[in-house]
T-cell receptor
Framework: RKEVEQDPGPFNVPEGATVAFNCTYSNSASQSFFWYRQDCRKEPKLLMSVYSSGNEDGRFTAQLNRASQYISLLIRDSKLSDSATYLCVVKGDSGAGSYQLTFGKGTKLSVIP | DVKVTQSSRYLVKRTGEKVFLECVQDMDHENMFWYRQDPGLGLRLIYFSYDVKMKEKGDIPEGYSVSREKKERFSLILESASTNQTSMYLC?????????????FGSGTQLSVL
């Protein structure tokens, strides 16, 4: 069974703090990686894709370590609006000739005033 | 912007009833998916479809079937609802299969089976 593991949290951080989430995946043949964000009682939405060279989008930085099979998400200068659950998502060979997304269970972040 | 619409936000059904969950997307996407989301278990794939009249089983297809007669519509069917099918059901679509495909989700249907 191909798994994606995340610390469920919750992470409670003050506004302005820097917070980092890690995610590990078991399938070494995984090909692509993502972070989705899910607000309370809402649907998941793509936050960012995670490329081999790492990538940054404003206050958000995503990194991939293929050798250790983990993905990280760093949020700098946390805002109240960053409070959400962050889902780590990995795409790899499902073993049935097709590629499927596997979702982690999510890490809950609460940013406190 | 892509819109994925699920027919009901909340649904209450009785054990043994046949339940239809409808999903429509308006961006001519090839791929459509049904997930369920449960506390502590995350999102699990039930069925997906890469083309009209085509379907493939996901990780937990037991107790479910699907129908895709038109490109924009993907229906999830619970032939005989059971209490363990109480869950949040999320439909999603993507433009085309590929390593970097982006999923667009509907707002979900919270189904309670009594």
């Amino acid at each position: 069974r191909k798994e994606v593991e995340q610390d469920p949290g919750p992470f409670n951080v003050p506004e302005g703090a820097t917070v980092a989430f890690n995610c590990t995946y078991s399938n070494s043949a995984s090909q692509s990686f993502f972070w989705y964000r899910q607000d309370c009682r809402k649907e998941p939405k793509l936050l960012m894709s995670v490329y081999s060279s790492g990538n940054e989008d404003g206050r958000f930085t995503a990194q991939l370590n293929r050798a250790s099979q983990y993905i990280s998400l760093l949020i700098r200068d946390s805002k109240l609006s960053d409070s959400a659950t962050y889902l780590c998502v990995v795409k790899g060979d499902s073993g049935a000739g097709s590629y499927q997304l596997t979702f982690g269970k999510g890490t809950k972040l609460s940013v406190i005033p | 912007d892509v819109k994925v619409t699920q027919s009901s936000r909340y649904l209450v059904k009785r054990t043994g009833e046949k339940v239809f969950l409808e999903c429509v997307q308006d961006m001519d996407h090839e791929n459509m998916f049904w997930y369920r989301q449960d506390p502590g278990l995350g999102l699990r794939l039930i069925y997906f479809s890469y083309d009209v009249k085509m379907k493939e089983k996901g990780d937990i297809p037991e107790g479910y079937s699907v129908s895709r007669e038109k490109k924009e519509r993907f229906s999830l069917i619970l032939e005989s609802a059971s209490t363990n099918q109480t869950s949040m059901y999320l439909c999603a679509s993507s433009l085309m299969a590929g390593l970097w495909e982006k999923l667009f989700f509907g707002s979900g249907t919270q189904l309670s089976v009594l």
